[in-house]
């Protein structure tokens, strides 16, 4: 092999590595790895399954929600009422189970109550120009209003045996509840990739008037990221409900800030265009081992949102950071 040869080569391989360095999900993965090892030194009890199963279930809420929230950030929008959508969704669910509806039907108008509130926050966010931030802000504070009055602040509880189920069945010796959320994120993360209408939310995201002169709606596809989103925050909220048998209208307080740090952690962007529900997941992930490692070194409750705030800031400035890099 002549010398030529060899600097090709090795440019080649450095090239690749880089690549896979400037990975998004390798790097989050490694980091979990990372995390699973040190703290199974720090703490017996961490390296155990039912503790890999209590943070599987804590998770699943915000998996499920950050599915949506990917879509949204991919496409350049994002939501702040996911918390308070999930929240007033399992308020609404056990009301109307108590109130004589069945589970079904409960669950059915849960969702399509969902579906209205993203509808309301995309026809505002697209329609009327209004900026995400203050339009899902609005709805935030009005749905987080609504469960309080609905129940003047208390749980609903009560509610039916049988509404337990999806909550706490196995299938398999795993949670019924971790089943639905890996579905969920294999099925938007594989349609986000290789589906046509999902992918337009990345030309959307990267620059919306050449994507409206390419012949996408963009305010339909706007319209519905907000629309699922909501759809898998009121999921989330049921399946919450579910589990604590209980409908509580304070559930889900700041639950957006985590949701949005697992998607950014993950490599989607608030400037759109970027962003995988993959990466986004082990986002979660990441977070939730964080939180459950102080849990285990007995760290102060409060200090967990601390953290947070600063994995947040640390995510969105890396990624401007990469950004003017790339530029």
Known sequence: ???????????????????????????????????????????????????????????????????????????????LSVGAVLALSGTVAGMLMLNGFSIGSAVILTLLMGAFVGFINGTIVTKLGVNPLIATLGTLSLARGAGLVLTEG????????????????????IPLVVIVMLAIVIIGDLALRHTRFFRQNYYIGS????????????????????????????????????????????AGNALELQVLAAAVIGGASLSGGEGTVLGAFLGVIFVALINNAMTML??????????????????????????????
Not at 303 to 313: A, K, R, S, Y
């Open 1 to 79: 092999m002549t010398t030529l040869e060899k600097k090709i080569k090795l440019t080649h391989e450095n090239t690749w590595i880089k690549n896979l360095i400037k990975t998004r999900e390798l790097t989050l993965l490694l980091l979990i790895i990372g995390i699973v090892v040190v703290m199974s030194q720090l703490s017996p009890y961490f390296f155990s399954m039912s503790n890999f199963r209590a943070v599987a279930i804590g998770l699943a809420p915000t998996a499920i929600i950050v599915v949506g929230m990917t879509v949204l950030l991919v496409s350049g929008g994002f939501d």
């Open 154 to 173: 208390f749980s609903v509880t009560g509610l039916p045996k049988s509404f337990s189920y999806i909550g706490s069945e196995t299938l398999f010796g």
């Open 298 to 327: 007995d760290v102060s409750i409060y200090w967990q949102m601390v953290v947070t705030g600063c994995v947040l800031i640390m995510a969105v400035s890396l990624d401007q950071y990469l950004r003017r890099k790339r530029s």
């Open 207 to 250: 620059n919306e008037n050449a994507a409206r002169l390419s012949g996408i709606s963009v305010h339909k596809v706007r319209i519905f990221a907000y629309v699922l989103t909501s759809c898998l925050a009121a999921l989330a909220g049921i399946i919450l409900a579910s589990r604590l048998m209980a409908g509580t209208p304070t």
